[in-house]
C-alpha cells in the first residue's frame, strides 16, 4: 500500500524512458507510483529497493521522490512562506511543489519570507495540506527541567493567557501574559527560561531574567524612555498595572523595583506624579 505523505521503501518493478515505477512487490504492481527520471539513482535497475517519500503533482497524481522534505504526515516543523494569495498560502518544504496551507487553517495572516509552524494532514480531497492549528500536535515529553534556558517559536497569541510557544519547534510551551515583555509576537523566535514544567508535560516559560539580573535591563529601559519622552516620564510607580505595562513592557512590581533603584542612584527624581531625569552638571 503506498502511504500518502510518508517515506517507505519499494522496489522497483518497470523502467521507463521517464523514470521507474516503484511498487511493495511484483505482486501489487497496480499500486504502483513513478520515481521520475532526475531522481532515479545512477545505477538503478530492476528489483533494486529504494526509500521514498510519497506526494502528489501538480496535476494531483501520486509521484515519489527520494528527497527528503521537511516535514512528513502528523509531523510540525517550521516552514518559510513563499507566496499568498485569496485561498491560502503556499509554504517551501523542499520539494518542487510548494504545500499548500489553506486560509480555514490559518490562525492568522502570514507573510511571504516568515517561518510559520505547521501540522502536516491529509485534507477530504486526499491532498497533503498544512494547519497553523498545532497546539495539540506539539510533543509532551520535553528534556528539560526548571531553571534550563531554550530557544524556541512562538506561534500563536492568546490576550487573555499570553503566548504560545514550540520550543525546538516541537515541545508545547506558554510565555504566561504576566511573564511577558516587550515586543513579542507570533513568529519571533526567543530564547527563554523554562521557569515550570507542568504535570501534563507543558512547559511553562519566562522571557525575563531572574529578578537580581533582570532589574539591570529595566532600569536600562527606563532611562532610554526618559530619554524619548525630553527627560519627564508622565507617570510613577503609582500608575496603573495596565499602563505601565503598556508604556515599559514591565509589570508593576518590575517597574517599581527598577525606579526604587534609580531614585536611590540618584538619577532620577519622583514629584508631582511624574518621574525626571536628573540631568548631570558640566
Known amino acids: ?3 500518502l505523505g510518508e517515506k517507505q521503501k519499494l522496489i522497483v518493478i518497470k523502467t521507463v524512458d521517464f523514470g521507474v515505477y516503484l511498487a511493495e512487490s511484483t505482486e501489487s504492481a497496480d499500486d504502483r507510483v513513478l520515481l521520475p527520471k532526475a531522481q532515479v539513482p545512477e545505477g538503478c535497475k530492476m528489483g533494486d529497493e529504494l526509500e521514498v ?5 501538480s496535476q494531483d497524481r501520486l509521484i515519489s521522490t527520494t528527497r527528503t522534505p521537511l516535514i512528513t504526515l502528523d509531523g510540525v516543523a517550521a516552514l518559510k512562506v513563499v507566496s499568498v494569495g485569496k485561498q491560502g ?3 517551501d518544504w523542499g520539494l518542487e ?3 499548500f496551507l489553506p486560509y480555514a487553517q490559518q490562525t492568522r495572516k502570514p507573510a511571504v519570507g516568515e517561518e510559520v509552524l505547521v501540522y502536516l494532514y491529509i485534507d477530504k480531497s486526499k491532498r497533503l495540506c498544512a494547519s497553523m492549528k498545532v497546539y495539540d500536535h506539539l510533543r509532551t515529553d520535553p528534556p528539560y527541567k526548571s531553571g534550563d534556558d531554550v530557544n524556541g517559536l512562538v506561534f500563536q497569541a492568546n490576550e487573555d493567557y499570553g503566548m504560545f510557544v514550540a520550543v525546538d519547534d516541537i515541545y508545547c510551551a ?5 511573564e511577558l515583555y516587550g515586543d513579542v509576537k507570533p513568529g519571533d523566535r526567543i530564547r527563554a527560561r523554562v521557569s515550570r514544567v507542568r504535570e501534563d508535560g507543558r512547559l511553562n516559560l519566562s522571557i525575563r ?3 537580581h539580573v533582570q532589574i539591570f535591563p529595566d532600569m536600562e529601559r527606563i532611562m532610554e524612555l526618559l530619554e524619548q519622552y525630553g527627560g519627564i516620564l508622565p507617570f510613577t510607580e503609582k500608575a496603573t498595572p495596565e499602563v505601565i505595562k503598556r508604556e515599559t513592557g514591565m509589570s508593576k512590581n518590575e517597574f517599581k523595583r527598577a525606579v526604587g533603584h534609580l531614585y536611590k542612584e540618584r538619577k532620577i527624581i519622583i514629584e508631582d506624579g511624574k518621574i525626571r531625569l536628573v540631568k548631570d552638571e558640566q
Not at 53 to 57: E, G, K, L, S, T
Not at 174 to 178: E, P, S, V
Open 1 to 3: 500500500m503506498l502511504k
Open 53 to 57: 517519500f510519497i506526494y502528489r503533482d
Open 89 to 91: 498560502a503556499f509554504l
Open 97 to 99: 511543489k510548494d504545500l
Open 174 to 178: 506558554a510565555i504566561l501574559k504576566q
Open 209 to 211: 531574567e531572574k529578578a
